[in-house]
């Protein structure tokens, strides 16, 4: 291989710092989307042993209040793990992709992975992600909910009970809807992120200007 000069050699050298920060945030947020989807399948589970009994169980309205805390409970560490992974470390993360694609823009010789996957993806690889996060936390804070509000049913006869059961299942769908929809709208993309104040296209005049 040809000797770079060294200029080149030392932008060759910060690629490659670069590339192994990304690889490195990549692979802290790879154990955070592991304990989300454990968490998943433990709550899940945890919800459908409870279930199995509530047809031949004397006591249907105590399984309706386990499922409910358990599903709420699901829901929440779902919601801390969102936090830690796309509000704190895809942040990192998209410091570093930014920073990685300007480098490239400007140096068109170095090798054009962080353009490549803008191409393939669109910069709308944070929204596939979220999707894991939004529908996990949607079906068991729905589930919790509906738990909640039959074992109020069991526990309290009242009168026009169908309604108003049916009533509290549609609030909680409108509430649920409008946070799934705040947390969809305050989740922005790399592309958003590059947008802000053109932070690629400044990058990238920085590096051309130090270009030989």
């Not at 945030?25 to 199995?52: H, M, N, P, T, V």
């Not at 936090?83 to 470390?89: G, K, R, T, V």
């Not at 999707?131 to 919790?144: D, E, N």
């Amino acid at each position: 291989m040809e000797k770079l000069p060294p200029q080149k050699q030392l932008l060759w050298e910060y690629y490659q710092h670069l590339d192994a920060k990304l690889e490195y945030y990549g692979e802290l947020q790879s154990k955070y989307r592991l304990l989300g989807s454990s968490w998943l399948l433990f709550g899940l589970g945890a919800i459908g042993y409870l279930a199995k009994d509530i047809n031949t169980s004397a006591k249907v309205e105590t399984l309706f209040l386990f499922i409910g805390i358990v599903g709420i409970i699901t829901s929440f560490g779902l919601y801390i793990i969102y936090n830690q992974d796309i509000l704190l470390y895809q942040k990192f993360l998209d410091a570093v992709f930014i920073e990685k694609r300007a480098l490239e823009c400007a140096n068109t010789w170095l090798p054009q992975a962080s353009n490549n996957v803008r191409i393939l993806l669109k910069g709308k690889g944070v929204k596939i992600l979220l999707q894991f996060y939004l529908l996990g936390f949607g079906l068991t804070s729905f589930i919790g909910s509906l738990g909640f509000i039959l074992w109020f049913k069991e526990k309290n006869q009242y009168r026009h009970e169908t309604l108003i059961t049916w009533g509290l299942v549609l609030l909680a769908v409108v509430l649920l809807s409008y946070f799934l929809n705040r947390i969809n709208k305050k989740t922005p993309t790399t592309q958003e992120y590059e947008n802000t104040d053109s932070l690629r296209e400044n990058r990238e005049n920085h590096y051309k200007n130090l270009t030989i």
